[in-house]
């Protein structure tokens, strides 16, 4: 077999379809590395978490003697502080959990100092 005389320019050629192809898909074509893709399926998890149990802190705090005063105290806590006021309640505290979730307990307070208005 013999080779043919411009192999070095077929060899840089492929070089360079391959860097091209390369930059195109990390930019525009939206690939992503193993780390990346770790590190965003596990936010995509906890945000999930955070999603489904926020609703049954909702409830439970709700559910408390003198409910209302307590959402009213609340509302009147800066909203810096108002995950913490839930998560001292031991609303966010989930069962089997040791400690409340912080992240479960801000968006717990959020959900209770602004509830959302019914549509007409």
């Given at each position: 077999?013999?080779?043919?005389?411009?192999?070095?320019?077929?060899?840089?050629?492929?070089?360079?379809?391959?860097?091209?192809?390369?930059?195109?898909?990390?930019?525009?074509?939206?690939?992503?590395?193993?780390?990346?893709?770790?590190k965003?399926?596990?936010?995509?998890?906890?945000?999930?978490?955070?999603?489904?149990?926020?609703?049954?802190?909702?409830?439970?705090?709700?559910?408390?003697?003198?409910?209302?005063?307590?959402?009213?105290?609340?509302?009147?806590?800066?909203?810096?502080?108002?995950?913490?006021?839930?998560?001292?309640?031991?609303?966010?505290?989930?069962?089997?959990?040791?400690?409340?979730?912080?992240?479960?307990a801000?968006?717990?307070?959020?959900?209770?100092?602004?509830?959302?208005?019914?549509?007409?």
């Amino acid at each position: 077999m013999t080779m043919p005389k411009n192999i070095s320019t077929l060899i840089w050629s492929a070089v360079g379809g391959a860097v091209l192809c390369m930059v195109i898909g990390f930019t525009w074509g939206g690939w992503v590395t193993g780390g990346t893709a770790r590190k965003d399926s596990a936010s995509a998890v906890r945000d999930a978490v955070v999603v489904a149990l926020a609703p049954i802190c909702v409830d439970r705090f709700s559910r408390q003697d003198d409910a209302a005063g307590k959402i009213a105290e609340l509302t009147k806590a800066s909203t810096w502080d108002r995950g913490n006021v839930v998560a001292k309640s031991g609303f966010a505290t989930m069962p089997g959990a040791k400690d409340a979730d912080s992240d479960v307990a801000r968006a717990c307070a959020e959900m209770l100092a602004s509830p959302p208005t019914p549509k007409t």
